[in-house]
């Protein structure tokens, strides 16, 4: 069974930080791209960022650049978002998902899995 499962989520401060979790079974991780997308209430789902675990390639929407990091540990199926220098306009559902073939895309509908998302409040 392919899952899923993000961790990591909570209340935080304008400026704080935070580290996302993306953990990753039932499917070969490696040979997928993993992407981190966010939806705040009334608003569309939007692709933060990814990565190819194969070969580290990444990809940052400017919204976050700088502020973000993504990173894989393959040996554990696993994705990080390192999340700094929280903003308010970074509240949302925070959620994984799987892309194959390995693409750095935030096209939503490329995506085959999903996670059921964390929660993330940054207040001001």
């Known amino acids: 069974e392919v899952q899923l499962v993000e961790s990591g989520g909570g209340l935080v401060q304008a400026g704080g930080s935070l580290r996302l979790s993306c953990s990753a079974s039932?499917?070969?991780?490696?040979?997928?791209?993993i992407g981190w997308f966010r939806q705040a209430p009334g608003k569309e789902r939007e692709g933060v960022s990814c990565?190819?675990?194969?070969?580290?390639?990444?990809y940052y929407a400017d919204s976050v650049k700088g502020r973000f990091t993504i990173s894989s540990d393959n040996a554990k199926n696993t994705v990080y978002l390192q999340m700094n220098s929280l903003k308010p306009e970074d509240t949302a559902v925070y959620y994984c998902?799987?892309?194959?073939?390995?693409?750095?895309?935030?096209?939503?509908?490329?995506?085959?899995?999903w996670g059921q998302g964390t929660q993330v409040t940054v207040s001001s």
């Open positions: 039932g499917f070969s991780f490696v040979e997928y791209g």
């Open positions: 990565i190819s675990p194969s070969d580290g390639s990444t």
């Open positions: 998902a799987a892309v194959w073939p390995p693409l750095t895309t935030t096209l939503r509908y490329k995506y085959d899995f």
